[in-house]
């Protein structure tokens, strides 16, 4: 196992369900995309995929959007590149990062260059649709008539990361949200009764071990 990807949902439920705002979820969640992140290092995956903000999103009204723009904003500055050059850890960001808000690219673009054995990946404005339709441009303008699946991947915001070989989905629904539709095809799917807030590392733990039970034939035969 190389690669986890998690959805983390249910921060704003979080927040009511404790008679407090929305936003308060939304720092709460990335206090435990940290925690997450500290317990990665002992994980023994190389590479951790999170979705902090779907094309999606946008459909929220304007204070919510801009609520977790800036829990992101605030966080990426203090807490997550500190982290990555503490530690060592490659930080990539995938989506469409050219139609975020100028602050909140800025900061994006300051991404420390950290190199690393192990990768976090943060998808922010990402939506798999959306990705395939930049990929679809990305291959026109490198003159890629009829392109090859390799072609298709490699055009990908993903490309040269493994793909997942586990996704979670925090929060209590059982479905995908536009995360990673081509990269999750071969996935073994988990789905945590839980809110993201409350993330715990022994969630992980069993993901890894219920993994390891499990024999992935990839559309082959099971010799
Ligand atoms: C969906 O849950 C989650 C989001 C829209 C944003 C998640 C973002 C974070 C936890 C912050 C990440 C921080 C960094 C630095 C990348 P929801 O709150 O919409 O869930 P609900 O409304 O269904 O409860």
Same mark, same amino acid.
């Given at each position: 196992m190389k690669h986890i990807a998690v959805i983390m949902d249910g921060n704003g439920r979080?927040? &009511?369900k404790r008679g407090r705002e929305r936003s308060v979820g939304y720092r709460f969640g990335a206090r435990a995309l940290m925690r997450l992140a500290e317990d990665f290092l002992s994980f023994p995956i190389s590479t951790l995929t999170v979705y902090a903000f779907s094309t999606e999103n946008n459909k929220r009204d304007s204070k919510e959007v801009s609520n977790i723009f800036s829990v992101i904003a605030s966080f990426l500055l203090s =807490? &997550? %590149?500190p982290f990555c050059q503490k530690n060592g &850890?490659?930080?990539r960001f995938i989506g469409n990062l050219d139609a975020l808000p100028d602050d909140l690219k800025q900061i994006v673009e300051s991404n420390p260059a950290v190199s690393g =054995?192990?990768?976090l990946v943060i998808a922010i404005n990402y939506g798999g649709s959306d990705e395939i339709l930049r990929a679809y441009e990305k291959m026109k303008e490198k003159g890629i008539v009829r392109p090859t699946e390799k072609d298709l991947y490699d055009n990908l915001d993903t490309a040269g990361l493994p793909m997942? +070989?586990?996704v979670l989905r925090y929060g209590g629904y059982k479905r995908l949200s536009n995360f990673l539709p081509l990269q999750t095809i071969y996935s073994e799917l %988990?789905?945590? +009764?839980k809110l993201w807030p409350d993330y715990d590392r022994s969630d992980i733990e069993k993901v890894i071990s219920d993994f390891s039970d499990i024999k992935r034939n990839f559309g082959?035969?099971?010799a």
């Amino acid at each position: 196992m190389k690669h986890i990807a998690v959805i983390m949902d249910g921060n704003g439920r979080w927040a &009511v369900k404790r008679g407090r705002e929305r936003s308060v979820g939304y720092r709460f969640g990335a206090r435990a995309l940290m925690r997450l992140a500290e317990d990665f290092l002992s994980f023994p995956i190389s590479t951790l995929t999170v979705y902090a903000f779907s094309t999606e999103n946008n459909k929220r009204d304007s204070k919510e959007v801009s609520n977790i723009f800036s829990v992101i904003a605030s966080f990426l500055l203090s =807490e &997550v %590149f500190p982290f990555c050059q503490k530690n060592g &850890v490659a930080l990539r960001f995938i989506g469409n990062l050219d139609a975020l808000p100028d602050d909140l690219k800025q900061i994006v673009e300051s991404n420390p260059a950290v190199s690393g =054995e192990k990768t976090l990946v943060i998808a922010i404005n990402y939506g798999g649709s959306d990705e395939i339709l930049r990929a679809y441009e990305k291959m026109k303008e490198k003159g890629i008539v009829r392109p090859t699946e390799k072609d298709l991947y490699d055009n990908l915001d993903t490309a040269g990361l493994p793909m997942p +070989d586990a996704v979670l989905r925090y929060g209590g629904y059982k479905r995908l949200s536009n995360f990673l539709p081509l990269q999750t095809i071969y996935s073994e799917l %988990f789905f945590i +009764d839980k809110l993201w807030p409350d993330y715990d590392r022994s969630d992980i733990e069993k993901v890894i071990s219920d993994f390891s039970d499990i024999k992935r034939n990839f559309g082959g035969n099971n010799a």
